[in-house]
T-cell receptor, first 111, second 114 residues
Framework: DGGITQSPKYLFRKEGQNVTLSCEQN?????MYWYRQDPGQGLRLIYY???????QKGDIAEGYSVSREKKESFPLTVTSAQKNPTAFYLC??????????FGDGTRLSIL | AQSVTQLGSHVSVSEGALVLLRCNYSSSVPPYLFWYVQYPNQGLQLLLK??????LVKGINGFEAEFKKSETSFHLTKPSAHMSDAAEYFCAVSEAGNTGKLIFGQGTTLQVKP
């Protein structure tokens, strides 16, 4: 079955450490997205990519970085510059004319 | 700029009662509108979408929504709530012709009482 796989499901970060969240899709979608979800704040867009080797900042890109070297993959790195990284992170993808399809998320916590 | 406002962060209904979750949007161009549902510790699942065809849209699990341009609304309804409907619901908007980048509302948590 086609879908989006996010890993790991739970992740812990130490102070000053960078961590990378994985997002892989086999839906053949061109566009991919990363959102951060905090209680009561809905989903906020971090980065998005509409095509391989290209990506744009969303509303809250500071402290995050991404790459899009392959169509199927869009990893998100939470850098040490992100001072409040504890959140639920959701990855999504979409094709032409199709709504966004979401993965099951990664919950990041600080040790 | 586009925006979405969901009225009521928490809605509580009895099992079998009508479910009404409110969503108002702002868009300078014809919008595409979506409702998603999220169960605890899971991703979002598409319930239904409006893409400028019929104004009354039927979705999964018995939900439907009506696009009202004059009221800039896209409220979600279900005639009879089931315990399994308890979840968080998100309304989202995108520019017409582009179902990619979405703007989400703050979400509404639906509680269903037995």
């Amino acid at each position: 079955d086609g879908g989006i796989t996010q890993s790991p499901k739970y992740l812990f970060r130490k102070e000053g450490q960078n961590v990378t969240l994985s997002c892989e899709q086999n839906l053949n979608h061109d566009a991919m997205y990363w959102y951060r979800q905090d209680p009561g704040q809905g989903l906020r867009l971090i980065y998005y990519s509409q095509i391989v080797n290209d990506f744009q900042k969303g509303d809250i890109a500071e402290g995050y970085s991404v790459s899009r070297e392959k169509k199927e993959s869009f990893p998100l790195t939470v850098t040490s510059a992100q001072k409040n990284p504890t959140a639920f992170y959701l990855c999504a993808s979409s094709g032409y004319g199709t709504p966004q399809h979401f993965g099951d998320g990664t919950r990041l916590s600080i040790l | 700029a586009q925006s979405v406002t969901q009225l009521g962060s928490h809605v509580s209904v009895s099992e079998g009662a009508l479910v009404l979750l409110r969503c108002n949007y702002s868009s300078s161009v014809p919008p595409y509108l979506f409702w998603y549902v999220q169960y605890p510790n899971q991703g979002l699942q598409l319930l239904l979408k409006y893409t400028s065809a019929a104004t009354l849209v039927k979705g999964i699990n018995g939900f439907e929504a009506e696009f009202k341009k004059s009221e800039t609304s896209f409220h979600l309804t279900k005639p009879s709530a089931h315990m399994s409907d308890a979840a968080e619901y998100f309304c989202a908007v995108s520019e017409a012709g582009n179902t990619g980048k979405l703007i989400f509302g703050q979400g509404t948590t639906l509680q269903v009482k037995p």
